[in-house]
């Protein structure tokens, strides 16, 4: 059974930084592909970025330039580092991965930007 625990949300000002962490185990991140969604209240739930099982990353127009996606050595944790924060990123951040054709999701983590 596949686990994902994100982390590392919270309240910040406009322009503050933060930095998500999507931990796993069995060192999935080196053997498929991740991504992070955000839904933000009445939106639908979109593509924030994407990291394959090496090192090629993908970012949504919206946060490119700011938004930096990367995984420890043993694969067993993604970050999102998350820089000059505007309140349009508030949303639930999510992490999930596809493992033979199956989409596993984390719970989501709560990003609240202040103006």
């Known amino acids: 059974q596949v686990q994902l625990v994100e982390s590392g949300g919270g309240l910040v000002q406009a322009g503050g930084s933060l930095t998500l962490s999507c931990a796993s185990s069995g060192s999935i991140f080196n053997k498929n592909d991740m991504h992070w969604y955000r839904q933000a209240p009445g939106k639908q739930r979109e593509l924030v970025a994407w990291?394959?099982?090496?090192?090629?990353?993908y970012y949504e127009d919206p946060v490119k330039g700011r938004f930096t996606i990367s995984k420890d050595n043993d694969g067993n944790t993604v970050y999102l580092q998350m820089n000059s924060l505007k309140p349009e990123d508030t949303a639930v951040y999510y992490c999930?991965?596809?493992?033979?054709?199956?989409?596993?999701w984390g719970q989501g983590t709560q990003v609240t930007v202040s103006s």
């Open positions: 999930k991965i596809d493992i033979n054709y199956k989409e596993y």
């Open positions: 990291l394959n099982s090496g090192h090629d990353t």
